[in-house]
């Protein structure tokens, strides 16, 4: 190794106890999470008060927002998967450019994004599924947020790289800082300047801005791979193994901002009301499932060391544990949501009685296959760290692509409103199912292969 900082971390992933070590890296992650989701929903909270067609709005932008964070996981999860495994297998070099090659090929990316949101933002604004009343709201808010495009994208590959190192700490304070930041911009723009909607996506670009040079120093000072722009190497070897990790995040959340235009589009009969709705409801899960994801990312930098250095029962370990934790707490979780469902919708939405029952309804039914998720999401992370790219981007794909895609195409039709709301909990279950499938052959062979000492 170059350094004792690297070989000192390599010790720790590799022969660490595997329950107290996930922890150990879960904290920082599960904190970062948390923290994201609750400025996601700050948004929501503050947007609230203009009105249901503004609450609305930020239903309808939410999948161009997913799909920006859809190309950074890309490049980050592909580029920081990649880190871990050469950095278990002793190849500082080739992990050197591989971080420099996924940073500035995000930023390029997000670069892109802009210029074609900014060209057709009129069409891309109808397509998202705003109504006439949501469209003027929603324009605005999305020409703010696709300026912060490049570096929210770089952004991410900064974090996931420096989460998969093992250096979650750092990267869960450039995540916080800004999140943080943006609960306090919320209403001063939105009130205190009276920008209204535009406060908000004004108040989200800058947040995101500050994590991002944040999370700049934070890898300076990691002492772990720093990003060089003489490192830049694009090769389509290199392009096709950043590709191998990074498929399955692309798909995921590619696919999510696919199936939330889906349901905006599917609840747009039903009136702004059904809209807002789904808007909170996808923020109020989204928060539920933060601390779940924040867990398994806890368990990837751990599952990519080892499988990199070939200790796979430590591998088979950590999973096993993890999906035991996780699926305990979101068991829990569902139940406090059946509980309390009317009183969390009621938090974004005091004022209208159509929002507060189509809200409890559509998260109470969310409830019933929430503690599923869990095995879902830790299959999809363990089959793409240890580079199971078809296997993990079907995963990835099914729970909001393969089965609630065709669901909120069909659903709708047949049994109205409530069919829209059936779609999510339908999905999860189908989508459990299959990782099943996907997922117990793969333990199996893990668990018969010969570890290293």
């Known amino acids: 190794m170059d350094s004792d900082a690297q070989r000192q971390k390599f010790i720790q992933m590799t022969e660490a106890p595997v329950e107290p070590l996930i922890c150990k890296m879960a904290v920082p992650t599960i904190i970062s999470m948390l923290i994201t989701s ?34 950074g996981f890309f490049f980050g999860q592909g580029s920081g998967n990649y880190i871990s495994r050469q950095l278990g297998a002793q190849h500082r070099e080739e992990a050197e450019r591989m971080a420099a090659t ?22 891309l604004c109808r397509l998202l599924g705003a109504t006439e009343t949501i469209f003027p709201f ?91 722009a003489r490192l830049f190497s694009p090769s389509v ?30 609840a747009r009969p039903f009136g702004d009301a059904a809209i807002a709705a789904m ?49 305990g707490v979101l068991l829990l979780l569902s139940v406090l949501g059946w509980i309390f469902a009317p009183h969390l919708i009621t938090l974004f939405r005091a004022e209208d009685a159509a929002v507060i029952e189509i809200g409890t309804r559509t998260l109470r039914l969310q ?14 992370m363990l089959l793409q760290n240890i580079a199971m790219t078809v296997r993990a981007s079907v995963v990835a794909a099914a729970r909001q692509g393969l089965f609630f895609i065709p669901l909120a195409l069909i659903l709708p039709q047949i049994c109205g409103l409530f069919g829209v709301q059936l779609c999510q909990p339908i999905s999860d279950m189908l989508a459990f199912a299959l990782s099943l499938v996907l997922t117990l052959p793969v333990l199996t062979k893990l668990s018969r292969l010969p570890s290293e000492s």
């Open 279 to 327: 808007s909170i409801v996808t923020r109020v899960t989204q928060f539920a499932s933060s601390a779940l994801i924040g867990f398994g990312q806890g368990f990837q930098p751990v599952c990519g060391f080892n499988y990199g250095a070939k200790r796979y029962e430590r591998v088979v370990r950590g999973f096993w544990f993890c999906v035991k934790v996780s699926t």
């Open 138 to 228: 929603a324009l605005d808010y999305m020409r703010i947020i696709l300026i912060g495009a490049p570096y929210m994208t770089a952004a991410l590959v900064l974090n996931n790289q420096l989460r998969l190192q093992g250096n979650a700490t750092y990267a869960m304070v450039g995540l916080v800082s800004g999140g943080l930041l943006n609960i306090v911009l919320d209403p001063l723009f939105i009130f205190g300047f009276k920008l209204g909607i535009s406060g908000a996506a004004i108040a989200t670009i800058l947040s995101q801005l500050v994590s991002f040079f944040l999370l700049l120093l934070g890898v300076r000072r990691s002492g772990g791979i720093q990003i060089r």
């Open 38 to 71: 609750i400025y996601n929903m700050a948004d929501t909270f503050f947007v609230g008060k203009l009105g249901t067609s503004a609450t609305g709005a930020v239903g309808v932008i939410f999948p161009l927002m997913a799909f920006i964070q859809a190309i």
């Open 367 to 380: 409830c019933l296959s929430f503690p599923l998720l869990g095995w879902v999401i830790l299959c999809n």
């Open 102 to 123: 996924g940073f500035f090929s995000a930023l390029g990316a997000g670069l892109l994004i802009l210029l074609v949101g900014l060209l057709f933002q009129n069409p």
């Open 237 to 266: 070897k290199r392009y096709l193994a950043l590709s191998s990790g990074g498929v399955p995040s692309l798909c995921r959340q590619g696919l999510a901002s696919i199936a939330v235009t889906c349901l905006n589009t599917a």
